[in-house]
C-alpha cells in the first residue's frame, strides 16, 4: 500500500478521508504535529496546494490537503479563506457572521472545497473542487457537525447542516462533493513519482 499523509492536525479529518478513500490502496496517515503549514494563500486552491506540496516535500511521502470555508454573497465572499480564522470559537464565527450579515435580504451563501494531492517531491498531481450552496439563517438551528453548521440552511433538504444526519451531509457537502470529484482522477492516477 502506498502511503498518503494527510496534511492536517485533525483526527477527525483524517477520519473522513479515510472513510471517502476506502475503496483505494492507500494507507492514510497524520502529518508529523511539529509539521505546521501556514495558510498564506488567498484562495482555497492556493492553500490546498500549499500545505499538500510542502507536507509531501518534508516528508517524501504523498500527500493529501483539503482547503474549505463559506463565501456569503452579500458579504463579497467573506470569511473565504479566513473562514477558520473570523473568530476565536464556533459561536464567536457565526455571531461575527451574524451581525456582519444584519438583516440583508440576500442570505445566499455556499461552502467550498479544494482537495490537492501532491508527489512525494512536492509536485501537484492532482485537484478537485466541490462546492455546496445554501442560505444563512438569522439564528443558528441543529446540535450536529461543527463550524458554521447550524446556520448553513440547505433548501433542497429543509434543514441547516447541523439538523442532517452526519451521512446526508457527507454525501452533499462541498467536501463530500470535492472527494467525489477526486475520485475517479485518484483511480486512474500512475503512482510513479
Ligand atoms: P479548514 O479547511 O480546515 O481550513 O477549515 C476552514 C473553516 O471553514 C473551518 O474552521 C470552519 O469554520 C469552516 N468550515 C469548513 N467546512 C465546514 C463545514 O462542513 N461545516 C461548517 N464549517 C465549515
Known amino acids: 500500500m502506498t502511503i ?4 492536517t492536525g485533525n483526527p477527525g479529518k483524517l477520519q473522513e478521508m479515510q472513510a471517502y478513500l476506502a475503496d483505494l ?19 482555497f486552491a492556493e492553500n490546498a496546494c ?39 470559537t464556533d459561536s464567536e464565527r457565526i455571531e461575527r ?16 472545497c ?16 466541490g462546492a455546496c450552496p445554501g442560505r444563512i439563517l438569522h439564528t443558528p438551528r441543529g446540535t450536529g457537525g461543527f463550524g458554521y453548521d447550524p446556520i448553513f440552511y440547505v433548501p433542497e433538504y429543509s434543514q441547516t447542516f447541523a439538523e442532517m444526519p452526519a451521512e446526508l451531509k457527507h454525501a452533499i457537502s462541498h467536501r463530500g462533493r470535492a472527494f467525489q470529484a477526486l475520485l475517479p482522477q485518484l483511480k486512474a492516477l500512475t503512482l510513479d513519482t
Open 4 to 7: 498518503l499523509v494527510v496534511a
Open 25 to 43: 490502496n492507500w494507507e492514510l496517515i497524520l502529518k508529523p504535529e511539529d509539521l505546521e503549514i501556514e495558510e498564506t494563500g488567498s484562495t
Open 50 to 88: 500549499l500545505k499538500a506540496s510542502e507536507v509531501a516535500r518534508m516528508t517524501g511521502q504523498w500527500a493529501i490537503a483539503d482547503d474549505s470555508g463559506l463565501e456569503v454573497d452579500a458579504l463579497d465572499g467573506a470569511p473565504g479563506v479566513f473562514s477558520a480564522r473570523y473568530g476565536s
Open 97 to 112: 457572521l451574524l451581525n456582519e450579515l444584519g438583516n440583508e435580504l440576500n442570505r445566499d451563501a455556499q461552502f467550498v
Open 114 to 129: 479544494v482537495i490537492a494531492l501532491a508527489r512525494p517531491n512536492g509536485a501537484i498531481a492532482l485537484q478537485a473542487e
